[in-house]
């Protein structure tokens, strides 16, 4: 895809966003805002007190719900290359990794995975052979060529998950950049949906109290979330659709946010 194709792929998916913004909601309608609030609580009086799971001492920021959802993922559909964006500290991609070798008992399986902050990623993440790291932003066209070509370089299907910048510009670009990276039958995940349904953002307790409480103004920013990109790619791209499957154990980070390419 040459660098003019990004940027209009990314810029269709804007233009998206913002149609979708001033359109109807698909998840949780207004008429469902009791059955929405009941949800809140839950999260806020749940994941609002755990702590991150650490995955062989490396600072993993999925519940451990995500990180079997994501193995099934990767059993159930067998690709040979996650593509990442938003290394962190790197106990993700490691994580996929290890669980792409399981399922195929080969070395032909790779994670590429993308950076804007080297400093944060985790020395153990360049020993281990499977990795490929990207360091830029994710939806810079330059960073794009780059993860494309990595990832061409394995033969077999390709899975992306989205785990960057959670605004619903940047994911509905990184969206405009990835979504034909993601081969027909397998997942393009969307990290953190719960965001803008459940969570007020990357709030402090006290700024989450003000919020549950409604004080301070605060309110609930359901299309300025991740999961107002996944209202923008499902309003202009019929090959994707959501598969409801891996969240059925409710406490998922990504509530509408595992999206399965049809075609």
Not at 51 to 66: I, K, N, R
Request: proline share 5%; net charge negative.
């Amino acid at each position: 895809m040459s660098r003019e194709r990004i940027l209009a792929e990314q810029a269709r998916l804007l233009d998206a966003l913002r149609r979708a913004a001033a359109g109807g909601r698909r998840f949780f309608a207004p008429e469902h805002a009791d059955t929405l609030w009941i949800g809140r609580q839950a999260f806020y009086r749940t994941f609002g007190k755990v702590h991150s799971m650490p995955w062989f001492e490396l600072g993993a920021m999925q519940s451990p719900v995500d990180y079997l959802a994501y193995a099934e993922c990767i059993l159930r559909k067998r690709p040979r290359v996650v593509v990442e964006t938003g290394t962190a500290s790197g106990a993700a991609a490691l994580f996929y990794a290890e669980a792409l070798k399981r399922v195929h008992r080969d070395d032909n399986v790779r994670v590429v995975t993308v950076e804007r902050q080297p400093s944060q990623i985790s020395t153990d993440l360049g020993a281990c052979p499977n990795v490929r790291g990207v360091i830029g932003d994710s939806v810079d066209p330059g960073t794009v060529e780059e993860v494309r070509r990595l990832a061409a370089e394995v033969d077999g299907p390709v899975m992306v998950t989205l785990d960057s910048d959670h605004s619903a510009e940047h994911v509905a670009k990184e969206m405009g950049s990835y979504a034909d990276v993601v081969s027909p039958g397998q997942y393009l995940v969307v990290q953190d949906t719960y965001l803008g349904l459940y969570w007020g953002g990357n709030l402090d307790h006290e700024a989450m109290k003000e919020l549950f409480e409604g004080r301070g103004g605060r309110q609930f920013d359901y299309m300025g979330s991740p999961l107002g990109a996944v209202e923008a790619l499902l309003s202009c791209d019929d090959r994707f659709v959501v598969d409801t499957h891996p969240q059925r154990w409710i406490l998922t980070q990504c509530p509408f946010g595992f999206l399965l390419r049809q075609r």
